[in-house]
C-alpha cells in the first residue's frame, strides 16, 4: 500500500485542522491505520488510530478529546480532525497501515511521507 499525507500548514493556536492520508491499495478497508507524529529530536510518538471499520479508536492522552480520527472506506482516505491545536501539536505527522489495531509504530507496515504541522503561539 502507498501512503500520502496532505493537509499540514501554519496555523494559530486554537485553530483546526483536518490531515488527510490518501491510500493505494486494493484491499483498504482490510487494513487499521495510525496517525503518529515526530519532532526534531523525539521519537516517533502515537496520536491516534481506527480499526477496519471505523468502530473503534484509540488516542494518545495528550489528544484525546481534540482529535478525531475517521476513515471513508469508499475513498480509501483516512483523516485527523484536529481542534483546539496547541503550539506542543507542531510536529511532523505521519500515516501508517497495520493489520492490528495499535499505538505501536514497530506494527505499522506501511508510512506515509509525512505533513508538517505548525501551531504559532
Known amino acids: 500500500a502507498q501512503l500520502v499525507e496532505s493537509g499540514g500548514r501554519l496555523v494559530q493556536a486554537g485553530d483546526s485542522l483536518t490531515l488527510s492520508c490518501a491510500v493505494s491499495t486494493q484491499t483498504f478497508s482490510s487494513y487499521d491505520f495510525g496517525w503518529f507524529r515526530r519532532t526534531p529530536g523525539k521519537e516517533r510518538e502515537f496520536v491516534a488510530a481506527?480499526?477496519?471499520?471505523?468502530?473503534?479508536?484509540d488516542y494518545d492522552d495528550s489528544v484525546k478529546g481534540r482529535f478525531t480520527v475517521y476513515r471513508d472506506n469508499r475513498r480509501d482516505t483516512v483523516y485527523l480532525q484536529m481542534d483546539n491545536l496547541k503550539p506542543e501539536d507542531t510536529a511532523v505527522y505521519y500515516c501508517?497501515?497495520?493489520?492490528?489495531?495499535?499505538?505501536?509504530?514497530?506494527?505499522?507496515?506501511?508510512w506515509g511521507q509525512g505533513t508538517q504541522v505548525t501551531v504559532s503561539s
Open positions: 501508517a497501515a497495520a493489520t492490528v489495531l495499535s499505538s505501536t509504530a514497530d506494527d505499522y507496515d506501511y
Open positions: 481506527i480499526n477496519w471499520s471505523g468502530g473503534s479508536t
